[in-house]
């Protein structure tokens, strides 16, 4: 179909299936937020008061229904090429007329969940410039519309900048994408998912655990088990032989974990280069398509760790113009591409920079930099242990506990205070950070919105200091340098912006 059969200039509605998920939806977040409550109301009722539980229901279920009915009519959107902007009108009690300007588009994502998979349509999600959140949504689209509106929303926003230096230019016959830049295979995903990742990994099994005990809990509620008897047969197990089969087991289950949850988001990744931009197309179970674009990165980040190092192997992340209110929600809104080799690494930052940045001068943090990682995760530690014990029970039973931890914490400390490092030159700032992840952040001066040097009175006749730059993406951060250079950097880094002719996006 052409493109010109897809007018956007007059309001439109979404896909008719739309009315479908937004019922599915609505009632699959009803079942998960009331399912245990349900399950216990209808198990310790009588048959009688089951049957209007039931009937309560099933009227719950057709108010929903009737609801998606109303939130698909009452949702419209329509392209305004005079004035340069985006509208959707939405809401069934309180209406709300949304309005995007064109120029402050950053990104236009097409995602596809399951459910949505399912059905066979598709999300698009607008997201602008210095917004905390996706300023639009259309939950409900066929790929080729979708496609069509990502194509036309991003050309106006690239024909309204001034931005010279990049442009995005495509023909409304041209595909957008033919040959992938990077893709990733089962053996590179099973490699990254071996790999990398592991702290997002155990956050999330430590949330699901909890989430499980608690479940577990209600169920023990409900069935009226005695807590003293689970708790005597959890201790008549607990050995010191349980203890280690526990312990690899849990390491194999956060392996099996890390791989799957590895294939479920990076399955089929594809990354393809679009003029000055890429796009980056992913998941298994929910489909999620990117767009890059060169100019609007604020930072771009890579880290590398010993094993990944070994398999010429990388991670790659880039920040653009969105700061979040969370550290959760800048996340979601950054583009990763993993298990990158060096060479597609140093092409990617080609494609933004127009060259592989170089490190240039380096500077390294003052030793104090050490004491007060010490103090933090050793000292007070050793006074908390000498507190609890208060001399009750022998000392010595703790010393080997202690100093198998000490030791780990020293390691850890040393590598922070290694690997602390920032490296200056002419059109770059790179800070490099990380213990076992070793993580390199790029900035470009002229992408500085503010800096911030702080000295404590205590470091004055150290003449030490911190200073941050702050940026559309976040901030950088370099501690514990020699305070004279850093008002020289901050000077030097402001003039830049003051001079520079290019935009910060």
């Given at each position: ?236 197990g607990v050995t010191l032989l349980s203890i ?83 550290d959760k929600e800048n996340k979601n809104s ?172």
């Amino acid at each position: 179909m052409e493109s010109s059969n897809y007018d956007f200039r007059t309001p439109r509605k979404q896909s008719a299936t739309g009315i479908i998920f937004m019922f599915l939806n609505t009632l699959q977040k009803l079942i998960r937020n009331l399912a245990i409550p349900l399950f216990v109301i209808i198990f310790k009722s009588n048959i009688a008061a089951r049957y209007y539980i039931f009937l309560a229901l099933g009227i719950l279920i057709i108010l929903v229904a009737i609801f998606a009915y109303f939130k698909y009519h009452s949702f419209t959107f329509y392209l305004d090429e005079d004035d340069k902007k985006f509208v959707i009108n939405e809401g069934v009690f309180v209406k709300t007329n949304l309005t995007i300007h064109l120029d402050k588009i950053q990104q236009v994502n097409i995602n596809q969940s399951l459910l949505q998979r399912i059905i066979g349509f598709y999300t698009l999600q607008i997201d602008t410039a210095g917004s905390d959140k996706k300023e639009g949504t259309i939950r409900a689209m066929d790929k080729t519309s979708a496609e069509e509106l990502k194509k036309r929303l991003l050309s106006r926003a690239e024909n309204s900048d001034n931005t010279e230096e990049f442009r995005f230019v495509e023909s409304v016959d041209e595909p957008i994408v033919a040959i992938p830049f990077l893709k990733l295979s089962p053996l590179t995903l099973l490699k990254i998912g071996a790999t990398s990742n592991y702290g997002q990994t155990i956050a999330l099994v430590i949330a699901f655990l909890a989430a499980g005990f608690q479940s577990l809990k209600d169920i023990i509620d409900i069935f009226e088990v005695d807590k003293n008897q689970v708790g005597q047969a959890f201790q008549q197990g607990v050995t010191l032989l349980s203890i280690a089969f526990m312990i690899f087991g849990v390491l194999i289950f956060l392996l099996i974990f890390n791989i799957v949850r590895t294939f479920i988001k990076y399955f089929d990744f594809e990354v393809y280069r679009q003029e000055n931009s890429l796009v980056v197309n992913s998941g298994l179970l929910a489909k999620k398509n990117t767009f890059l674009n060169a100019y609007r990165v604020q930072i771009s980040i890579y880290t590398q760790n010993y094993f990944q190092k070994k398999m010429n192997m990388l991670d790659m992340r880039m920040k653009q113009n969105s700061v979040t209110q969370s550290d959760k929600e800048n996340k979601n809104s950054d583009i990763e591409i993993p298990g990158c080799s060096t060479i597609e690494k140093d092409k990617i930052l080609t494609m933004i920079f127009n060259e592989v940045p170089k490190e240039g001068i380096k500077l390294s943090p003052n030793y104090r930099y050490v004491f007060l990682s010490l103090f933090f995760w050793i000292i007070i530690p050793s006074t908390i242990l000498l507190f609890i014990n208060n001399w009750r029970y022998p000392l010595v039973d703790y010393v080997p506990y202690f100093l198998t931890y000490t030791l780990f914490a020293a390691t850890m400390i040393y590598y922070s205070y290694r690997n602390h490092r920032l490296f200056v030159s002419e059109n770059y700032v790179i800070k490099q950070q990380g213990i076992w992840d070793i993580e390199h952040q790029i900035i470009q001066p002229h992408k500085i919105q503010a800096i911030t040097i702080k000295q404590m009175l205590w470091h004055r006749s150290a003449n030490i200091g911190h200073i941050t730059c702050h940026t559309a993406a976040g901030d950088i951060n370099f501690k514990f340098g020699n305070y004279d250079t850093i008002k020289n950097l901050m000077n030097y880094w402001l003039y830049q912006v003051e001079s520079s002719e290019k935009d910060w996006m």
